[in-house]
């Protein structure tokens, strides 16, 4: 049997935990549960995993807490599961770096929808075959590598802010709604929001730009959408 991918699950409720890792296991997934967010973060080191379905609400450490301590160091995809609907969660959840949120209860089948479109994602991300860097004054874009340096800093980017770093960077000053940019980066088929493209253009220029509510780079149009400047 081939596994398809690791998959980290945490969730502290045992009964959703089990139906979830059966589910996936069903389908040829390795899931290693973990009941709080101490457990998940070892699991991550340990396993290596390729996604995290991430809790909000666990027992000691958040969902949030453990969200911002892997994008620290990883850029694997977060999923975030969890009851909660205000949209303030959502939004924290994708600032803190998380690429997808699916609210409870949620059908298994869409559930794993997003976790293949994601790994499919990522992979094809980090299998860019153009060994070209993109260098826009002291903004450098590695493509082969997929980093990204200012002023010859690294800037520790997430999956999801990289690639639509790369798809504006990839086309200088040209415009891209943020439909275009949702339906790039997420897929046709996703069931989000564009509130999303706006909650990482507004991450990317916290991470890029000196002044982000001036910026260099990640220009908005108004009325159109966004580009990246090089004028």
């Known amino acids: 049997m ?3 991918a690791k998959v980290i699950l945490a969730e502290d409720d045992e009964g959703i935990r089990g139906l979830i890792q059966l589910y996936l296991e069903n389908r040829n997934y390795a899931v290693f549960p973990a009941e709080n967010g101490e ?9 290596n995993p390729q996604i995290v379905l991430l809790d909000i609400e666990m027992p000691g450490m958040n969902g949030f807490d453990v969200c911002q301590q892997i994008r620290e ?7 975030f599961i969890s ?3 205000d949209v303030m969660d959502k939004i924290k959840c994708f600032e803190l770096g998380g690429d997808d949120y699916i609210t409870k209860p949620f059908d ?3 559930m794993e929808a997003r976790v293949r479109a994601f790994l499919r994602r990522y992979h094809n991300g980090h299998k860019q075959t153009d060994s070209s860097i993109l260098q826009y004054g002291d903004l450098s874009i590695n493509l082969d590598a997929f980093k990204c340096f200012l002023k010859g800093k690294e800037i520790n980017l997430s999956a999801i802010e990289m690639r639509m ?3 504006l960077a990839k086309k200088p000053n040209q415009v891209f709604s943020a439909e275009q940019i949702y339906n790039q980066i997420w897929g046709l088929d996703s069931m989000g929001d564009v509130q999303t493209v706006k909650v990482h253009i507004r991450n990317l ?4 730009e000196e002044i982000p509510t001036k910026p260099l780079f990640i220009q908005t149009v ?9 004028d």
């Open 2 to 4: 081939t596994v398809k």
């Open 39 to 47: 457990q998940a973060l070892e699991l991550v080191q340990t396993e």
């Open 73 to 79: 160091k990883m850029d694997i995809p977060i999923i």
């Open 83 to 85: 009851s909660r609907k």
């Open 108 to 110: 298994f089948a869409e």
């Open 165 to 167: 770093l790369i798809m």
């Open 205 to 208: 220029r916290s991470k890029l």
């Open 222 to 230: 108004r009325g159109f959408g966004y580009r990246f400047n090089i």
